[in-house]
């Protein structure tokens, strides 16, 4: 056959092989223009005649591509495009019925701090208060009749991180409404709080926090007050650093003896392999060495520790929990929720890690088909990527085939 023929044809099968795959992730001219590149690439590469171990080096090369662009796109199609697709950006508390019908009358008053800290120490790297871990918390306080007043180590507007693959409808309505908004623009400093005016205190974690609040003075008269007081204490993520260096009157440290979950040393390091020269310590560690019992969950996943009035959340994943916590902690029943995709899915990951594939799979199927309840596929996929991030490759597979399974019984 003629060189120029086998250009042709590898054109041609390229061509096909991109409008397949372009229409499918609906994107049709860079598929279309993939395909013709790796279809033109092998076909140049047969005429290589005189030169064998080139042709088929540049053929492995080639193939690899191909097996790699394909998995690639089998992947991504199994996370929910549609859902993901949805614009949630204008939503409002109104469209939320668990905050607009059958609201609960005025309880009292719970405090969030969040951090001043824009930076973190001096690596450069930008920080503050995480978004979702204020407005899920504020949403559910809200929703049980409680006031929330929102407070800083400084004062005015603080730093915000905001991940958009966090993202859901209550954090995009927290950013439209405009009470939330003026709260979190105008904080009050923690110097100017009036303790007494509050029935909880609750410590939004983002990495922020470990500069600014375990050496403020406010912090710990407030905390050291609401312990003593028997007052409820929460925190999250690395919300708990507010807890540390705080001494009760008895000269004891607050955390002796108390079980307690924040971000772990995993978690930091796996983001930030270089965290211990970042911050001023490693959480976990600092609070086990203040004498907390702690307790320590999956990687990423939702771990709550509630010891009488203190209760804390792992990472942001555990802020619904730990939200519902605290108010059943001031002794109500929490005002029912309709559990989202993501809480699903991470239940169903929680299984996987406790009582393996098999089992994760069958709850993914009672999720599903039996009760219709939603289950958010990227939030798996999510953690298959985690798993390759720490080498663990048969795990990471394992997770994908959990994602594709969970696509097999799902709808869209």
């Known amino acids: 056959m003629k060189s120029e ?3 042709v044809i590898g054109i041609a099968i390229g061509l096909v092989f991109g409008t397949i795959i372009g229409l499918a992730m609906n994107n049709l001219p860079l598929w279309i223009g993939v395909g013709l590149f790796l279809g033109a690439g092998v076909g140049v590469t047969f005429k290589l005649k005189k030169y064998p171990k080139i042709k088929w080096t540049l053929i492995s090369i080639f193939s690899l591509l191909v097996l790699l662009i394909s998995f690639g796109t089998w ?6 495009i549609e859902e993901m697709k949805k614009d949630l950006t204008t939503s409002k508390v109104k469209d939320i019925s668990y905050l607009s019908q059958n609201v609960i009358p005025k309880r009292g008053k719970i405090l969030a701090v969040v951090t001043s800290t824009e930076t973190m120490g001096n690596s450069g790297k930008s ?4 978004l979702t871990e204020l407005s899920r918390a504020y949403y559910v306080f809200e929703a049980n009749g409680f006031e929330v007043d929102v407070a800083s180590p400084l004062g005015g507007k603080p730093p915000i991180v905001i991940d958009d693959d966090d993202m859901g409808q209550f954090d995009y309505a927290f ?15 923690v110097n100017n709080v009036k303790a007494e005016d509050y029935q909880a205190i609750f410590f939004v974690g983002g990495k922020g926090a470990m500069f600014d609040f375990p050496e403020n003075k406010a912090i710990q008269d407030i905390v050291k007050m609401y312990y003593q007081s028997d007052k409820v204490v929460g925190a999250v993520c690395h919300g708990p650093a507010a807890l540390v260096n705080v001494t009760l009157d008895n000269g004891r440290h607050l955390l002796e003896n108390k079980t307690i979950s924040s971000f772990t040393n995993k978690e930091e390091l796996l983001l930030i392999p270089e965290a211990e020269s970042i911050f001023p310590f490693l959480l976990q560690d600092k609070l086990a060495a203040q004498g907390a019992q702690f307790n320590e969950g999956a990687m990423y996943l939702n771990k709550v520790s509630h010891d009488k009035n203190l209760v804390t959340g792992q990472n942001p994943w555990s802020t619904w929990t730990l939200a519902e916590t605290m108010v059943k902690q001031l002794g109500y029943t929490p005002k029912y929720r309709e559990i989202t995709g993501e809480e699903n899915a ?9 009582q393996g594939s098999k089992k994760a ?5 009672i999720m599903l088909v039996k009760e219709n309840r939603p289950v958010d596929r990227l939030i798996l996929a999510s953690h298959s990527v985690i798993a390759a991030m720490q080498g663990k490759i048969g795990k990471s597979f394992s997770l994908i085939g959990l994602t594709s399974h969970a696509k097999s019984k799902s709808k869209n």
């Open 5 to 7: 023929k086998i250009v």
């Open 75 to 80: 992947f991504i199609n199994l996370l929910p």
């Open 127 to 130: 920080t503050g208060y995480e």
């Open 175 to 189: 950013l439209n409404d405009s009470i939330a908004q003026y709260k979190t623009s105008h904080t009050i400093a």
């Open 346 to 354: 991470l239940k169903v990951l929680e299984i996987y890690e406790t």
């Open 361 to 365: 799979k069958e709850l993914i199927e």
